[in-house]
């Protein structure tokens, strides 16, 4: 599946029609719009009904396949669906119009797969210092500074002309209040914007500020230190020949 893309259960509760339908289960994320729309019928309803959420309780999370319960009337193991039978579990008695000619259920099949569900979203609050304007983004956890500044670039397409910079997190309770160059190639937790762990349940998380400084006349390392020294912010003393290759 290549680099892995990540989604915040918000993203997902987009898409929640017949022309744009999306679950989540066991951590992963599926588009199965395709599916839906090929196989119309009752079959389809449940996964229709439940676009653009989780249905993870449909799966038995230690073999990923559909959760079974033994039948009071033959003793038999079948498939346990209370939302209702859906498409790729068989009838549970013989049905001369079911159709087993699939190699793979949906939920087993990767084409269907188009990333994982967040762990956990992060919220951070962007500073466009050049423009003294700010947006809350909702992110995963899991995404690079660069991934980040993609979806930035719906509010700004010249967010990659910017510098990036944070607070680190520990500087926050010292006098020393200096905003670092991020390293674009690492998440957020590895630029030490954020903790390792979840805030605890009833405290409030604090919201951190990322501050972009624009860098469109910063095309040597002068530049950039000069820029650095103005605006107070701390960066590596080895910098690339164009800030532009740092993005």
């Known amino acids: 599946m290549g680099q892995v893309r990540y989604f915040t ?4 509760a987009q898409h929640n029609t017949l022309w744009d339908c999306w679950v989540t289960f066991l951590g992963r ?10 196989q119309p019928g009752p079959a389809a309803q449940p996964i229709i009904q439940a676009a653009g959420t989780d249905i993870s309780s449909w799966f038995d ?12 009337e033959t003793g038999m193991l079948e498939p346990d669906c209370p939302q209702g039978r859906f498409i ?24 269907y797969c188009v990333g994982r569900l967040t762990a956990r979203v992060l919220q951070v609050l962007v500073r466009n210092v050049l ?36 607070l680190p997190q520990q500087a926050a309770t010292t006098a020393s209040l200096q905003f ?6 690492k998440t957020l937790h590895e630029n030490r914007v954020f903790g ?10 604090h919201i951190p500020t990322l501050n972009l400084y624009w860098t469109d006349d910063l ?13 107070k912010i701390r960066v590596p003393n080895a910098l690339p020949t164009s800030i532009a290759s740092v993005f």
């Open 9 to 12: 259960p918000a993203e997902v």
């Open 29 to 38: 994320v599926y588009n199965v719009t395709s599916l839906v729309k090929a």
């Open 61 to 72: 999370a230690d073999t990923g396949d559909v959760k079974v319960h033994r039948s009071s």
């Open 88 to 111: 790729h579990v068989p009838p549970s008695n013989p049905s001369s119009y079911w159709d087993g000619s699939f190699l793979t259920p949906w939920w087993s099949d990767d084409q």
């Open 131 to 166: 423009a003294e304007d700010t947006h809350v983004l909702e992110v995963p956890e899991e995404e690079t500074m660069q991934e980040i500044q993609q979806r930035y670039h719906s509010i700004n397409r010249h967010a990659g002309s910017y510098i990036w910079t944070a």
């Open 180 to 185: 670092t160059m991020l390293d674009m190639t």
């Open 196 to 205: 390792a762990a979840p805030t605890p349940a009833g405290v409030d998380e």
């Open 219 to 231: 095309t040597t390392d002068d530049g950039v230190q000069a820029h650095a020294r103005k605006e």
